[in-house]
């Protein structure tokens, strides 16, 4: 029972305008409670909205999550690929690069090889005595003999003390 419908029964003699006062009270009472249960049923609309869009929401950064983690995991992938592909052509560069000084040394080589297996034949072909070494000494450039030249040969291998000492010997025999 309520506390308009107590105030009625216990004031039977009162008088008609305090029950008027009384009915308009729990009348106002009475919307008050519908009202206040129409808020609370948009409240709960309203939080159930809330959340199916919480929910909804989540999904969709979870979806995200896993869409950067395929990102993620094929960036890697790839970086690996890369750096793969970076090792493997600094290696070929690197094996190039000796093929290419073995060329340069090989072919300078086979180079002075060639001219000294040509002079080489063209002296043989020649009588002894048609070889002078004083006219070979005479094409080598005048820095060799200097005192003071940076790639002197040494004293004891010096063409032209050599070709005296041998010119004096075959003198004197």
Do not use: H, Y
């Not at 216990?10 to 106002?28: H, M, N, V």
């Not at 609370?40 to 959340?51: F, M, P």
């Amino acid at each position: 029972m309520s506390f308009a419908g107590l105030c009625l029964v216990t004031c039977g003699g009162c008088d008609s305008r305090i029950a008027a006062e009384l009915r308009t009270a729990a009348d106002r009472q009475a919307q008050q409670n519908t009202a206040m249960v129409d808020l609370q049923k948009e409240v709960a609309k309203g939080t159930e909205a809330l959340i199916l869009s919480e929910e909804k929401s989540r999904s969709q950064i979870i979806r995200a999550q896993e869409g950067l983690d395929d990102t993620r995991k094929k960036l890697v992938d790839d970086f690996r690929t890369l750096e793969v592909d970076r090792k493997e052509l600094a290696e070929q560069r690197r094996r190039e690069s000796l093929l290419l000084k073995g060329a340069e040394w090989g072919s300078a080589f086979l180079i002075t090889w060639l001219g000294i297996s040509v002079l080489g034949k063209i002296f043989s072909r020649l009588p002894a005595d048609a070889i002078d070494v004083a006219d070979i000494v005479d094409l080598l450039p005048p820095q060799v003999f200097k005192e003071n030249a940076p790639f002197q040969l040494p004293q004891s291998q010096n063409p032209t003390k050599a070709i005296k000492e041998l010119r004096d010997k075959e003198s004197a025999t």
